[in-house]
Nanobody, 112 residues
């Protein structure tokens, strides 16, 4: 199971930290990613982190978000700063490449 949490309503320029509790999926054995899907748009890749902790980010979020993981808690994180209205979306965690299974996402709304 992949259960994202931590979303909410935030003003432009604000910050949020998203969490993803991974049950049955070992973060130390899988490359992981955060994805998002804005209303009326396709799901897109936001950030990835490999087993070796190499990270990559979509150009749209580069410099504003940090993906990380806690092996002890088997939890994936996405620290999001300087949020913009364009960041409004449902955020999901998954492997990369993703499983066919998409767990519960968390909604981020950036609005004044």
């Amino acid at each position: 199971q992949l259960q994202a949490s931590g979303g909410g309503l935030v003003q432009p320029g604000g910050s949020l930290r998203l969490s993803c509790a991974a049950s049955g999926i070992r973060l130390n054995l899988n490359d992981m990613a955060w994805y998002r899907q804005a209303p009326g748009k396709e799901r897109e890749l936001v950030a990835t982190i490999t087993v070796g902790d190499t990270t990559n980010y979509a150009d749209s979020v580069k410099g504003r978000v940090i993906i990380s993981k806690d092996y002890a808690k088997n939890t994936l994180y996405l620290q999001m700063n300087s949020l913009k209205p364009d960041d409004t979306a449902a955020y999901y965690c998954n492997l990369t490449p993703p499983l066919n299974y998409w767990g519960k996402g968390t909604l981020v709304t950036v609005s004044s």
